[in-house]
């Protein structure tokens, strides 16, 4: 049974339906608009951690993954002004980490690379941090890449509320903060992550991977080689 | 390494045993995590890896949730530290006061430099933030005991005491009297915060009311929220109070935490009694039984002394069952010491820390009056919030509203510090403008005043004639005096710093933009800017500014774009070309590679 759809919201001038309890990003991925989003995935409690997401409601900048759609709600997305701010975002978690697309195996199904490619990113211009974060390697099937961490906290979510096992947490804090792993001394193979996981599938980026599959699917035949990121979602105008 | 000694493992099961113990004291309540850290702490001088697992294993909890908890509060310490511990604030005012200086001495007295311990384990060197002693300077908590308007002189003195004496022993704050630790520096009282009150005289008033009536004459007197935001207090209760929930709650937030801000630390000294006196009838008003005083973890030394008007209180019939006389009506109040983060003064971030989690904000909604702490209706408010709604109690909706300006009703506490002859609390009426204040303050020759702390803006001159109130120039108290001899723009590179250190992490543009700021105003400051780094740092300021997920990042540049828009020839003066100027050095960076490939580069020739 389809649910009432009772509230009207307004998106970038196009009048659609959301049913009450929906968050503006369900609402508009149902009525075919694609709001950029990093973070977010459709089987995890939305944590608004990347900002990329945030759209402007009656003016005021809001992350779409998290507040509920609101009869009346005028709602910017695809404005030039937002773009540029998301490609500031993605711009800054490339100078944060180390992401050399060119050979990580992530590279067209890579989440971050698809945004930075939809929002016209050349290069990062802002100044690279080379933070020293180690690879963790010692599980036998998945290893984890924290260069390439974004602090999305996917790994975080997942494991705790799909997987029931709290294999990933954060620790620190700032610009020091990083993930963490259930164990002792926080090496993975000493925790219960198993690749079947759905922990160990949910990373956008190359940074949580499942070892020996990465070049299966060639280069040019990826997700996001083809189209860009959002197409699924997005209907033709 | 596991050790396999005998040794090892009967002080292992020894560990094991004692934090075993710790946590049951602590009710084995997930939610008091930072209570059972802090004792951890105490007890074994610092949080190992294996104290965290025999946390966890205790509480049933997974170990990354303590890591999670226990790496985020600088107060809590996963390395060996030394016996004692001095905690030097270095934020601005102190340094303006000669902190440099102290942390020399210091360094050179204990012989190793800040963020280490000495090599006989005795002392560690540590920075923190404002500890809300700005009207004191320079201060540092030692073992948690303030200690204020340090000398160089004093510091070999303290350094005998920590090697030998007992002085500043740990036990030695709970005994002493916070008074004599630390000087009031209320320079002028009001009739609203610091004026006597009968004990349960406001509640007595409120208890002839209805609570929808409390709440429509916290309304009718249009109080406003004291931490600088000013949300109406009597919506938010009304608010609170119509959502449903098992519980409701009462917070009192006195995490002031706001560089230069140390109105709470006299409000707690002075009229403690009144701040309790107010969650208490808010407690009435909303329908909640249980509140809760989160107290920043620098004011630690003021917990005895706040439990001993608790006790007061309860004695009085003030606070337990049938609170004065009135069947049904059980409230109580515990305070939570928190463990340094200036982030859990933003009240959902407070929330987390309360139960036992880091301190990251929330998104919004649901907002604390609808799910608050244990997803329950909760009201959070300021200290000084709750001084005012007790009083109104008292004096009545109308007395109130006739003091201040019509949309600041009420008098406001300034902590004032900086460049000034008396430097202290002043509890003045809303709608003073800062001229009449420097005059009050005893401010001469002043380039500049930073009103609400760093997270606030930087006045110039010109605008002198404004006034303070929620209409113009709103603060949460925190005022700062710059003279004409104040270098503003460094002033300015150590508020960024701030929130640089300060920055949850959570949200991308907060945890790489603040750095990036930095960064960037490090690289104007030492002249390698030139007119296309401004651009990019007011363009940088405002993604930070706009896409942050809280008001800590919603406000972290404001230092720069306030200093940008009101002293714009300070930053010309200093990047002064138009030719791009790389945010590193060709040559230094070259050097390796040079190095590995053992040739030089071949340079072209420009015609």
């Known amino acids: 049974m389809m649910k009432e759809q009772k509230i009207t919201i307004i998106i970038d001038g196009k009048e659609i339906k959301a049913a009450s309890g929906q968050s503006i990003m369900q609402a508009a991925d149902e009525a075919g608009i694609y709001i950029p989003r990093l973070c977010y995935h459709k089987d995890l409690i939305p944590a608004g951690h990347c900002r990329v997401c945030t759209v402007k409601v009656n003016g005021k900048p809001t992350n779409a993954c998290s507040m509920p759609a609101a009869d009346g709600m005028v709602i910017e997305n695809e404005t030039p002004e937002l773009t540029e701010e998301r490609r500031n975002i993605i711009e800054m978690l490339f100078v944060e980490g180390n992401h050399f697309c060119p050979f990580c195996e992530k590279s067209g199904d890579c989440e971050l690379q698809a945004l930075a490619y939809r929002f016209g990113m050349l290069t990062p211009t802002y100044t690279y941090q080379y933070k020293h974060v180690e690879v963790d390697a010692t599980h036998p099937d998945v290893y984890i890449d924290r260069e390439r961490c974004v602090l999305c906290g996917r790994c975080v979510r997942a494991s705790r509320d799909l997987d029931g096992k709290s294999v990933f947490g954060f620790v620190g804090r700032g610009i020091n903060k990083r993930i963490a792993v259930n164990s002792q001394g926080d090496r993975l193979s000493d925790t219960e992550l198993a690749a079947a996981d759905k922990a160990a599938s949910i990373c956008p980026t190359g940074c949580i991977v499942i070892k020996r599959i990465g070049y299966a699917k060639p280069f040019g035949t990826r997700l996001y080689d083809k189209q860009p990121i959002g197409s699924d979602i997005q209907k033709a105008p | 390494m596991t050790d396999y000694s005998i040794g090892g493992t009967v002080m292992a099961n020894d560990q094991s045993k004692a934090i075993k113990e710790i946590v049951e004291e602590c009710c084995s309540d997930r939610s008091n995590l930072m209570d059972i850290a802090q004792k951890v702490q105490n007890r074994f001088g610092y949080i190992s890896e294996e104290s965290m697992g025999h946390i966890a294993r205790a509480l049933g909890i997974p170990l990354v949730e303590v890591r999670d908890m226990v790496s985020f509060y600088t107060f809590f310490s996963r390395e060996p530290t030394g016996k004692s511990v001095v905690r030097l604030c270095n934020a601005v005012v102190e340094r303006l006061h000669g902190a440099d200086l102290v942390a020399d001495t210091f360094e050179k007295e204990v012989g190793v430099p800040f963020g280490s311990t000495s090599t006989d384990g005795s002392i560690s060197l540590e920075y923190t933030s404002c500890i809300g002693m700005s009207d004191q300077p320079p201060s540092a908590l030692i073992n948690g005991i303030p200690v204020t308007k340090i000398c160089p002189e004093d510091v070999p003195g303290i350094v005998k005491e920590l090697k030998g004496g007992s002085k500043y022993s740990p036990e030695k704050a709970a005994t002493v009297l916070p008074a004599t630790l630390v000087e009031n520096n209320l320079n002028k009282t009001g009739p609203v915060v610091f004026s006597p009150q009968e004990p349960g005289s406001g509640i007595r008033a409120a208890l002839n009311m209805s609570p929808e009536d409390v709440i429509n004459t916290i309304t009718e007197s249009r109080l406003r929220g004291r931490g600088g935001a000013g949300f109406p207090t009597g919506m938010k209760w009304n608010f609170c109070r119509k959502s449903e929930g098992k519980e409701h709650y009462v917070i009192c937030n006195a995490d002031e935490g706001e560089p230069g801000t140390f109105k709470d630390r006299v409000i707690l000294t002075e009229a403690a009694d009144l701040a309790f006196e107010g969650m208490t009838i808010a407690g009435y008003a909303i329908g909640a039984s249980q509140g809760f005083m989160y107290l920043r973890g620098e004011f630690k030394y003021l917990l005895s002394s706040l439990e001993q008007v608790l006790n007061r209180r309860r004695h009085l019939g003030l606070l337990g069952k049938n609170i004065a006389g009135r069947q049904g009506f059980d409230f109580d109040i515990r305070i939570q010491v928190g463990a340094g983060a200036y982030v859990c003064g933003e009240e959902s971030a407070l929330i987390e820390s309360l139960e036992g989690k880091r301190g990251a904000p929330r998104d919004r909604p649901p907002f604390p ?125 150590q508020f960024t710093e701030f929130f640089v250190e300060e920055s949850c992490g959570w949200c991308a543009p907060c945890r790489v933009g603040t750095t990036l700021l930095l960064q960037k105003l490090e690289k104007i400051l030492e002249g390698r800017g030139s007119k296309l780094d401004l651009q990019e740092i007011e363009s940088l300021g405002n993604t930070v500014e706009k896409m942050s997920r809280c008001g800590l990042g919603q406000t972290a540049a404001n230092p720069i774009l306030t200093t940008l828009r009101n002293f714009h020839s300070l930053y010309t003066a200093k990047a002064k070309t138009d030719e791009f100027i790389p945010p590193f050095d060709y040559e230094k960076a070259l050097a390796v590679g040079i190095q590995i490939a053992g040739r030089e580069p071949v340079v072209e020739e420009e015609e």
């Not at chain 2, 003045?428 to 500049?448: H, N, P, R, S």
């Not at chain 2, 005043?449 to 803006?457: A, D, E, F, L, Y």
């Open chain 2, 369 to 493: 009056v609808t799910r608050g702490y244990m997803n329950q209706p909760s009201s959070v408010n300021n200290v000084e919030t709750f001084c005012c709604a007790a009083r109104i109690m008292e004096k009545g909706a109308e007395w109130f509203s006739k003091i201040g300006t019509k949309d600041s009703t009420g008098t406001k506490c300034l902590s004032v510090s900086g460049d000034c002859a008396h430097p202290g609390v002043y509890e003045v009426e809303y709608g003073i403008t800062i001229d009449d204040l420097l005059d009050l303050v005893g401010a001469k020759d002043t380039q500049a005043v930073q009103v609400g702390g760093p997270s606030g803006r930087c006045v110039a001159p010109k605008d002198f004639g404004r006034s303070i109130s929620f209409e113009d120039l709103p603060t949460g108290g925190s005022i700062i005096v710059f003279s004409k001899e104040r270098d503003l723009l460094e002033i300015v590179r």
